[in-house]
């Protein structure tokens, strides 16, 4: 298996520049918000530096990787026929897996769900995909409020992660993937703490 820095170098010249940068500013914010909420920050920084592994693989490829190992994801015929760029957590959390690049389970189920998120989303993957949306690259308004939200309050910040990413799908006049209504619910209940 290779070392630690060996696969730093692998990744930063797998991914395009600009990908490369993106991670690193995931990374670094997920380790500052893993800090703060409870999860190993080393963890942390080593999901938002691996979590866009497989973003800029081809649709094509995408698919086919997902066939050929049988990838598992929540409503699969849904995403590979409108939205396969959602495939690129799932399909990225499975090699780094294969390739044994990510061992552990809870960096690796942040990973798959560091998009879609995932009915019952524990504290990493919250942390992870409110890093990715966030994450100090992202200028834009909706990302600073986010982070400006989670400093104070996790949930807050998640709830309003998820109310930014289907505001954009609608926005778009795209179709919202099915379990995304049980995400949002669930958000909404966390942040009122009865879940
Ligand atoms: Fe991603
Ligand atoms: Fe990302």
Redesign the pocket.
């Given at each position: 298996m290779m070392d630690n820095d060996s696969r730093i170098r692998a990744l930063k010249k797998a991914l395009s520049r600009p990908?490369y940068q993106?991670?690193l500013s995931?990374a670094r914010y997920a380790a500052e918000l893993g800090k703060k909420g409870g999860w190993d920050p080393e963890q942390a920084y080593q999901a938002g530096l691996f979590?866009?592994w497989a973003?800029e693989w081809s649709h094509k490829k995408l698919r086919q990787y997902v066939r050929k190992n049988k990838v598992r994801l929540p409503d699969l015929p849904f995403v590979l026929k409108n939205a396969p760029d959602l495939l690129h957590a799932y399909a990225g959390a499975f090699d780094l897996k294969k390739q044994g690049w990510v061992t552990n389970r809870v960096t690796l189920a942040a990973i798959a769900h560091?998009?879609l998120g995932s009915p019952g989303m524990s504290l990493p993957e919250k942390i992870l995909y409110v890093a990715?949306?966030a994450?100090p690259d992202r200028q834009f308004k909706g990302a600073q409020d986010i982070r400006r939200l989670a400093k104070k309050n996790l949930n807050a910040g998640f709830l309003s992660a998820v109310a930014l990413k289907i505001s954009y799908v609608v926005c778009q006049g795209k179709l919202l993937h099915p379990m995304t209504l049980t995400l949002w619910n669930e958000a909404v209940l966390s942040l009122q703490g009865r879940l």
């Open positions: 990908l993106h991670s995931v979590h866009d973003k560091h998009t990715d949306i994450s």
